[in-house]
């Protein structure tokens, strides 16, 4: 009889999300499940991934995953680097180094703009989060763009409430006409956006 | 460092990475923005490298005394320059 691990759906996520990184790439990741993810694949399949956190952390390898975000020495542990937020989003994701951003957000809609900054209703009513940090950076900048994002139709919307890091903005080359760097289609196809659900 | 396409780094000394790891804030160039790395101890002498050696003051005298003509300096280039085998050479003497 074959045995079936018992998972979480994020746990899935989680797995689904380091698949698509390759050994030898340099990422830059946002807060949640992309650094699960992250250092799933650099102890998995990627040894050689360089990791990298906006807030100017290096390669950490750290043994667990914290319990404030970002901003948690126990995340930095054993990093290669100590720099800093503007040298991270200056001289690193706006220089192009970056492979790939891999980002969670609030809600995406169908040309990949993430919205981390505000929910409203057509009342006028609205919600302020947290985002971005430097999600807009690391979407702006990175060759190609990962999100991780619960499937829901909340989440999933044909418009966002707030582009707070753009994807390919109204589509058909916006996104090359604004000035962005990355966001090649890669093998994902002509649309440059490619869904992976669960199965 | 920030703006190049390329960044050479010429090292006094190759450490583990785990000494890097213990101390991420002394990081000034994280790896994944190298391109070569050159392991050449004393590269800097006759100069000095902080911390590690200091100028070699009379081998910059000498220099300095050669400089003064273009035969001077031509001779110095000969001697330390282009007529020994290798660094160590110049280094030794």
Redesign the interface.
Known sequence: MVEVAEYTPFELMAVAGARELKDGEIVCVGLGLPIVASFLAKRTHAPNLTILLELGVVDPEPIEIGVDGLSDPRIWYRAKSHTSFADMLGSVLHKGLVDVGFLGALEVDAYGNLNTTLLGDPKGKYRRFTGSGGGNDIASCARRTIITIRHEARKLNEAVAFITSPGYLGGGGEREAAGLIGGQPGDYGQSGLWLRSAP | M??SKRTIVITERLVS?EM??QY??R?R?????VSHVVHLPFSAHPSSVYGVYDFDKRHIKEYAEASKTLQGLQEYLDKYVYGVKDHWVTWKS
Request: glycine fraction near 8%.
């Open positions: 920030k703006a990475i890097i790891r991420p804030e990081t160039v994280p790896g994944f923005r």
